[in-house]
Each structure stands twice: as structure tokens, then as C-alpha cells.
């Protein structure tokens, strides 16, 4: 029996509303589910009750933005306490940063002689934190590209042209913040881009556990992480990463995931 524990909504980059994401995960036989929008708990509310009317079981989730020493990692919460106060202080501040970084973005657009009005990109976002794929997407709409890739790779990826800097929040705090939000902390789809020094790091701070199943990591990845999980008694998480509008993801939801025991094994952690 799969639990997804790696989901997305409208009320970040996903396609689905909660309600719709919950219908879904009926239809593909998933018993248990977790939304873990990226800097919001908004999809939360009411979410557990909703959740019981299409038969599953749900657990609270937030999938924390990190950015330390010029990476970026992400931190899953579950089990967290969405009224927290130091959880909202944070994520009212992440999300005002972001709009200032939007703005930073748009003005050096602008100054390229691109016509990007940031009213159209508050638009696209709605009630989720302004993202790159965001400008993006109105950069593609504008006429300027053909695809949202090229408006990374021309203009707003890494190091391009209108790129701006994120703010710095280290994956210690995000740690802390979830645990002290009575939850549990994983490292999402570390993949290949954590070296085994910096996992170690993150595990002497006090992560929880590491997200293993992912359609990011091959067996051999899987191999490697379920190892050092076993090795410092964390929880083994997993989840279809799921969006609505990435290859694949339909024919991942369902399938990619963990076992129904897990849920427990979270409750039983969570502070």
C-alpha cells in the first residue's frame, strides 16, 4: 500500500488543488498523502479533513527552500503544527524576500529591453511564493521565448544575465524551525548534489530523515541512502514529487512512494 509523501498544489507550483490532488490519489489507490508545497503551509488547512472524505490518511507538510554557501537544498517538514507562530513569522518574511527578488529580476529584464511587467508575474503566482518558473512562464507569454528552459537558460537560470542571488537560509535553521514546529525534518531528493561530508553535517544538526524513493534517485542512489538511513536510525521517506505538469508525473503517481507503516513510524517521531 503506497503513501506519497512528496506532493504539490496551486497554492505553490502544482496544478491541482488539494481537492483535486485528493480525488487523484483516490483514483491511483494511494492510502496515504502529504502535501508539502514549497515555503507555504497554506494548502494545509482544512486539508486533513478533506483528505478523510476520499479515504486517505494525511500528515501536515511543508517543503522548506534552503540556500547556504551558494547551494540550495530542500528540507521536508511533516507533522508540523501549521499555527506555529515562528513557522508563519519565517515564511511571511521568505515570501516577501522572493518578491523582492522578482522585482530585482524584472527590473534587469526591463533594462534588457524586455517588456516584463511585474504585475503580470504577481498574477501568475496568485497565492503561492513568487518562483523563477513564475517569471518564466510570463517571459514565454510575452513572446521573448519559446519555452520556459529557454527562459532559464537565456536570462534567469544560474549565473544568467537577470539573475538575482536567493536569500540565504541555512538547512540548520530549517531544521530547527520544523522541529521546534513539533515536526519531523528530510532531506529531499538529495540526489547527487550532497557530498557525503555536507549529509553528515545536516545529520549531526538534527535531520530526522532522508527522502530515499524519489524519481530523481536510480538503485544505486536508493542503495546508498537506505544505507546511511539504517547507519543513524532516520526515517526512510519517499514521494512522486508530484506537480501535474512534469513528465511523467501522472505515470509516477501511484507507484512512487513508501510504505503505509511510515506514517506511523513519522507520528511516533514528531515532537
Not at 145 to 156: G, M, Q, R
Not at 176 to 202: D, E, M, R, T
Not at 211 to 227: F, G, I, Q, S, T
Amino acid at each position: 500500500m503506497i503513501i506519497d509523501l512528496h506532493t504539490h498544489t496551486t497554492f505553490s507550483d502544482g496544478m491541482l488543488s488539494p481537492e483535486e490532488l485528493f480525488n487523484k490519489a483516490k483514483k491511483a489507490d494511494i492510502k496515504g498523502i502529504s502535501i508539502t508545497d514549497h515555503d507555504t503551509i497554506d494548502g494545509n488547512i482544512g486539508a486533513a479533513e478533506m483528505a478523510a472524505r476520499y479515504g486517505l490518511d494525511y500528515i501536515t507538510g511543508i517543503e522548506l527552500s534552503c540556500f547556504d554557501s551558494q547551494n540550495e537544498y530542500h528540507i521536508l517538514g511533516y507533522g508540523i503544527d501549521i499555527d506555529n507562530e515562528d513557522l508563519h513569522t519565517h515564511l511571511a518574511a521568505f515570501k516577501q524576500s522572493r518578491v523582492e527578488r522578482a522585482e530585482i529580476m524584472t527590473k534587469r529584464l526591463n533594462e534588457m529591453g524586455m517588456k516584463i511587467d511585474f504585475n503580470d508575474i504577481v498574477d501568475k503566482a496568485g497565492v503561492a511564493p513568487i518562483t523563477r518558473p513564475h517569471i518564466a512562464q510570463v517571459i514565454v507569454e510575452s513572446g521573448y521565448v519559446s519555452t520556459t528552459k529557454d527562459a532559464f537558460n537565456l536570462y534567469i537560470g544560474d549565473g544568467g544575465p537577470a539573475y538575482a542571488v536567493k536569500a540565504i537560509f541555512q538547512v540548520e535553521k530549517a531544521i530547527k524551525l520544523i522541529n521546534n514546529s513539533g515536526g519531523i525534518a528530510v532531506i529531499a531528493h538529495p540526489g547527487y548534489s550532497i557530498n557525503q561530508k555536507k549529509l553528515f553535517q545536516f545529520i549531526e544538526s538534527g535531520l530526522d530523515g532522508i527522502e530515499v524513493n524519489h524519481p530523481l534517485h536510480n538503485d544505486k542512489l536508493r542503495k546508498e541512502y537506505h544505507a546511511v538511513a539504517s547507519q543513524y536510525w532516520l526515517l526512510e521517506t519517499g514521494g512522486s514529487d508530484f506537480h501535474g505538469n512534469r513528465p511523467n508525473d501522472s505515470e509516477l503517481f501511484g507507484k512512487e512512494g513508501v510504505s503505509i507503516d511510515v506514517m506511523s513510524q513519522i507520528r511516533k517521531r514528531c515532537r
